[in-house]
């Protein structure tokens, strides 16, 4: 999945929040449900959308469904964004440089 793609899934607060959870390892979907506060269906309906995109992998474990984070479209999308980290890091030192030397005072005219 492209990273325009990934970021436009990532994109709903939701979906971030269940990733957040999933960091901590594998989680059933009623786990999800009461720390999110959502419904059912709601995390159901986002975990899909999260499981098209590769963010998340489930498997079966008797009635139960438990789910994990796939890093994967994370480490595309981290190498995605490289290029414009190094864009800020250029500015930021040059803007760093630029207030390290010594500031000129205008003088003042005489009346």
């Given at each position: 999945m492209p990273a325009s793609a990934t970021i436009e899934v990532l994109a709903e607060p939701r979906r971030r929040q269940i990733l957040d959870v999933l960091r901590a390892g594998e989680q059933p979907?009623?786990?999800?449900?009461?720390?999110?506060?959502?419904?059912q269906p709601a995390v159901s309906k986002?975990?899909?959308v999260l499981r098209d995109a590769g963010?998340?992998?489930?498997r079966p474990d008797g009635q139960r469904r438990l789910y994990?984070?796939?890093?994967?479209?994370?480490i595309e999308l981290d190498e995605w964004l490289e290029p414009y980290r190094q864009l800020w890091r250029v500015s930021l030192?040059?803007?760093e440089a630029h207030l390290a030397e010594p500031q000129i005072q205008p003088r003042r005219k005489p009346r």
């Open positions: 979907v009623h786990v999800l449900v009461a720390q999110l506060g959502l419904s986002h975990l899909r963010l998340v992998a489930v994990r984070l796939r890093a994967d479209p994370l030192d040059k803007l």
